[in-house]
């Protein structure tokens, strides 16, 4: 099983910024975790859990439209973790994220379960 660990949300104010960190570790991963591609989703309340941005194994990336030229996703192999940095936030970006695999067209994608996720409030 695959453990992820999401951090950093919190409250901000529309305009501010935030960093997304993810651990991913776990036993039952084909080799490290160097080899995924990742992602970050988000799922506000009532609608369903979106890909906002990925990451390959090569760190080639994709977005999604609504948050490109605000989000950047990094990956750090060493520290098993990828992050999501997150600038001139929106009251629309406010929602549960988490991490997860991305397939290897940086499309959705999942190991199987899912961490308890980060909750990211803009509200002024």
């Known amino acids: 099983q695959v453990q992820l660990e999401e951090s950093g949300g919190g409250l901000v104010q529309p305009g501010g910024s935030l960093r997304l960190a993810c651990v991913a570790t776990?036993?039952?991963?084909?080799?490290?975790?160097?080899?995924?591609?990742l992602g970050w989703y988000r799922q506000a309340p009532g609608k369903e859990r979106e890909l906002v941005a990925a990451?390959?194994?090569?760190?080639?990336?994709n977005y999604a439209d609504s948050v490109k030229g605000r989000f950047t996703i990094s990956r750090d192999n060493a520290k098993d973790t990828v992050y999501l940095q997150m600038n001139n936030l929106k009251p629309e970006d406010t929602a549960a994220y988490y991490c997860?695999?991305?397939?290897?067209?940086?499309?959705?994608?999942?190991?199987?379960?899912w961490g308890q996720g980060t909750q990211v409030t803009v509200s002024s």
């Open positions: 997860n695999a991305a397939n290897r067209k940086l499309g959705p994608s999942t190991f199987g379960s």
């Open positions: 776990g036993s039952s991963l084909s080799g490290p975790i160097r080899r995924y591609a």
């Open positions: 990451i390959g194994s090569d760190e080639t990336t």
